[in-house]
């Protein structure tokens, strides 16, 4: 959130000069890219550095806020904007719970392969 405090007007010009799928698109990769950084992390120092560097980068949330507004009429712009709202938050209620149910199945796939080759 410190991140996003600093980089969320930037994010806001950058998208109003050179578009919002540019800045959408990087904000999904700078996602992608610190969040595996941050799984790898081995001390607190590169945990807390990640997690600084994915809420800079990350301009996806004020970028598809503003894209809503544009979209939808001026009657419907709260349904858009808490459609926005409501699936971030979905997203980060299955996006754990998926990535949870994975690494079971993968940690039963390595017993099942281990036990095969003992």
Known sequence: MIGRTFSSVLWGMIADRYGRKPVIILGTLSVVIFNTIFGFSVNYWMAIITRFLLGFFNGVLGTTKAYACELFPKEYQGLGLSTTSTS???????GPALGGFLA??????????????T
């Open 88 to 94: 971030w938050g979905i997203g980060l209620v299955i």
């Open 104 to 117: 079971q199945v993968s940690i039963l796939i390595c017993i099942l392969i281990c036990n095969n080759y």
